[in-house]
């Protein structure tokens, strides 16, 4: 068995091959940027007004004659002399001879003639060629994750397609032969199935679509069958139940004749202690513990920061935040602890039912309290770290 912080090394240490491929900007939301983004133009790239107003070349007059109209769109070209004015709208091209804006709001007009009220200074309210970004200029750099915003800055700039790392395929298998799939009347000995929805929406709300989940009896035959179909699939397996020491536990053997490298077994934590590590080539497998709060705690301490690695993040750990403990909390385990908690302005407190098989306050908390091993007293308003378990998704 190791400690939290030696299968933590092991995660960070894990080499992971990257995959890139190119996809559509409107495709490309919550993706990492596998290469610089370069403007292949101005932007803007023609002189825009910043107001609805009038353009005119820039004097101590007030009065100045209408002559023209450019609206947003206009391609037409305008030419202006001095005490005229052209009245133009916000993001149409400004008159090469132009050199100021006048707002609306600063001008009486009557028939063609307008009489400036207040008289900014030369230059202003004109969006010169370039203001935002210069053609050839780095405006993305590789690492970006893609936002609504920056897909809609790629749009601006006529980008159509660009190079994003690809996020793993991942199959999900679930092992227990008293396991019985929710929407019918529970059988007596049974229990619902949860831990594959469970962790096909942690998966969706990283932005993992492809996901294929798999059932396996609890027999070696059935298991190691199951095993080869799942890594057939994905990229990372995550396997759910059956990697105890129990007469009906196959998972670790059912890997080993799958010809799976164990990375890591055991870790001294509470919940979560029978956790499996493994690869096989470029193929990662996590063994998740089979009671849910358990498997949940594992996906965010472990197995999001290799899905994050695959997709190219460079920071991959879910935030750590530090916080207030409301209350005095006695560890008398000698592991690692992760609680269920609730952070509020910098005070934590830490939610009942904190047993490896309850969900509901795993439900309403916000944060993971992490109690290290060797702590065995917090007093109230000690100093504690939290996983912030709002630090990933789109």
């Not at 068995?1 to 491929?21: F, G, N, P, R, Y």
């Not at 091209?93 to 307008?114: C, F, G, L, R, S």
Request: proline content about 4%; hydrophobic content about 40%; glycine content about 6%.
């Amino acid at each position: 068995m190791i400690s939290v912080q030696q299968a933590l090394h092991i995660i960070d240490s894990t080499m992971i091959s990257q995959h890139i491929k190119k996809v559509k900007i409107s495709k490309s939301l919550g993706f990492i940027l596998a290469e610089d983004i370069s403007a292949p133009i101005n932007m803007p790239s023609f002189r825009q007004s910043a107001m609805d107003g009038y353009a005119i070349i820039w004097s101590d007059k007030t009065d100045y004659k209408v002559t023209e109209e450019s609206k947003a769109g206009d391609a037409k070209q305008i030419t202006l002399h001095p005490l005229e004015a052209v009245r133009i709208f916000t993001g149409a091209k400004v008159p090469d001879d132009a050199d100021t804006v006048i707002m609306q709001e600063h001008v009486t007009k009557k028939e063609n003639t307008i009489s400036i009220t207040k008289m900014p200074k030369q230059g202003a309210n004109v969006r010169p060629i370039g203001e935002q970004v210069n053609a050839g200029e780095v405006v993305l750099k590789k690492g970006t994750r893609l936002n609504e915003a920056a897909i809609g800055f790629l749009a601006g700039l006529g980008i159509t397609k660009i190079a994003v790392y690809k996020t793993p395929k991942v199959s999900v298998l679930v092992t227990g032969n008293e396991l019985q799939q929710h929407g019918k009347p529970l059988k007596e000995g049974a229990i619902y199935e949860s831990n594959s929805v469970m962790l096909e929406m942690a998966l969706h709300r990283f932005g993992i679509k492809k996901i294929k989940t798999f059932k396996a009896k609890d027999t070696l035959k059935a298991t190691k069958k199951t095993i080869k179909k799942a890594l057939d699939y994905g990229d990372i397996l995550l396997i759910s139940g059956g990697i105890s020491v129990g007469d009906y536990d196959f998972v670790k053997e059912a890997l080993d004749i799958n010809n799976v490298d164990e990375l890591f077994y055991k870790i001294n934590q509470k919940p979560g202690k029978p956790l499996w590590f493994g690869k096989k080539d470029q193929q990662f497998v996590f063994a998740l513990p089979g009671n849910p709060a358990s498997a949940l705690t594992c996906f965010y301490v472990y197995v999001l920061p290799i899905l994050k690695k695959y997709s190219g993040f460079s920071d991959y750990h879910l935030p750590r935040i530090e916080a207030n403990i409301n209350s005095a909390f006695k560890n008398t385990s000698g592991k690692t602890l992760f609680l269920k908690a609730y952070c509020k302005d910098g005070d934590v407190s830490i939610l009942p039912s904190q047993q490896s098989s309850m969900l509901n306050t795993f439900a309403t908390s916000n944060v993971l309290v992490t109690i290290p091993e060797a702590i065995e007293n917090l007093e109230s308003q000690d100093k504690v770290t939290c996983i912030s378990l709002d630090g990933y998704g789109n």
